[in-house]
């Protein structure tokens, strides 16, 4: 299944609470539960002012879905072709 990187500007990002972050991410769980099995939430990185979201997904209109149902931006969403890191440098 492809994957997904998301870009949400969110002023504010890294000053959020934890419980904050807690009710984000119960909210889009919960949107996730009703878009059914298709899409999957895997890591999102809390930056001063956006939030980047890794995402399985079979393509960029559910995750747009996903947004718009749960009342997060989705400024830009690009799909992940390729993952390096220093082992691949090996």
């Known amino acids: 299944m492809p994957r997904y990187v998301i870009e949400?500007?969110?002023?504010?990002?890294?000053?959020?609470s934890q419980d904050e972050l807690h009710a984000i991410s119960q909210k889009s769980c919960n949107v996730i539960s009703d878009l059914g099995p298709s899409?999957?939430?895997?890591?999102?990185?809390v930056t001063e002012n956006k939030i980047y979201c890794v995402y399985n997904a079979p393509n960029k209109e559910i995750l747009?879905?996903?947004?718009e149902m749960g009342?997060?931006?989705a400024n830009r969403i690009e799909e992940i072709k390729n993952v390096i890191s220093p082992v691949t440098a090996e």
Do not use: C, D, T, Y
Request: no cysteine.
């Open 64 to 67: 747009k879905k996903h947004a």
């Open 8 to 16: 949400r500007e969110l002023p504010g990002a890294g000053k959020l």
């Open 39 to 45: 899409i999957q939430w895997v890591e999102s990185f």
């Open 71 to 73: 009342g997060f931006p």
